[in-house]
Every structure is written in C-alpha cells, then in structure tokens.
C-alpha cells in the first residue's frame, strides 16, 4: 500500500487501520482466537484443525499463508522448547497442536494463551495490541517515521482495541471472513 501510494502518511495510515485493518481483526483474527482459545480451554482440541484450515483459507495470497504459517510454527517450536520443564503443560501442548497442519498463528497463539491459562478478554487485547504494533511499525523504514510517532499512532488507538474486542465477541464461526480488495491486491502485487 505504501508502494501504490495509498499509504502516504499517519492520517492515509491511521484511517487504513480504523477502516480495513479493523474489519480484519474484528472479523478474521479475532475470533479465530477466541474460538481456537475456547476449544483448548474445553479440551475440544479437534475443532483446532478446522480453524487452523480456516485461518488458512482467509488468507488471499501465498505470502500471507506462508508468514502466518511461519510465525506460528516458530512460536510453537519456542513455546515447546520452554515447556519441556513443565510436563503437565508441555503434554497439553503437544496433544493440541497435532491437530494443526498449518500452525496458523492465531491458532497457535491462543492455544499458548489458553495453556498458560490467560484469560480471554486480556488475551484477545494483547493479540490485537501485538497485530496492530506489528502493522504499524514498519512505518519507521517505509514511511520515515520516527519511534515516538509510531508510539503516538499506537496510543491513540489504545480506546478502540477494547471496542474491537467486543464486536469481535459476536462473529460467530460461519460469519468469519473479511473482504479487502485494496489490500488482497497491494499484498499480491508485493
């Protein structure tokens, strides 16, 4: 998008985020947590292989499937290194997780969150927080920004993760998906 020149500045950024980038957590991120964190709360870890197949799915380009793949195998690979000491956790995980054929990050963040037994509401905004730094930082190289302006953008955003959250509590799994034409076609152009 920075490349089109859609994404020019922190306002072209900040109405990005608050438009497409909203819908997409909202709607996708989300509750793919939320469901995949439900389910190994409840020991149902045979639903994960489907929202790890529909984390999948969503995503429209090779690219995006890769990169959350990516993400998603190295936090399990660190994760069951760390647990090896804790056998009652590190079993939890390794059972969860042979559900997974594609380690989607969503997925496997959530069952790590559901393990170490966060709660949902402070795991689905830590998931947003962490998304949302990890979309707006890359504004220090491609958009010139300084650290203390991609800090101020993060902070003025504090006031809707909250609301995202909420709205995000609704989607139910058959309503979860997102279009974005803009940003599917910049992503396969990169």
Avoid: N
């Amino acid at each position: 998008l920075v490349q089109t020149g859609e994404i020019v500045d922190e306002e072209t950024l900040t109405a990005f985020v608050r438009a497409e980038f909203a819908d997409a957590l909202i709607y996708v991120e989300l509750p793919l947590f939320r469901l995949a964190h439900s389910a190994v709360r409840e020991r149902r870890f045979e639903e994960l292989r489907t929202l790890d197949q529909l984390s999948r799915a969503l995503r429209p380009t090779r690219e995006l499937r890769a990169s959350a793949s990516a993400i998603g195998r190295q936090t399990y690979l660190l994760f069951e290194r760390i647990t090896r000491s804790s056998d009652r956790e590190h079993q939890h995980l390794v059972r969860a997780c042979e559900f997974l054929e594609h380690f989607q990050a969503p997925v496997v963040l959530a069952v790590l969150a559901a393990l170490i037994r966060i709660p949902l509401a402070p795991a689905l905004s830590a998931y947003a927080q962490m998304l949302l730094a990890g979309f707006v930082a890359p504004g220090i190289k491609l958009l010139r920004f300084g650290p203390g302006q991609v800090q101020t953008i993060l902070f003025s955003f504090g006031g809707d993760i909250p609301q995202w959250v909420e709205y995000s509590l609704t989607v139910q799994m058959e309503e979860i998906g997102t279009t974005a034409p803009r940003w599917d076609i910049a992503s396969a152009h990169h």
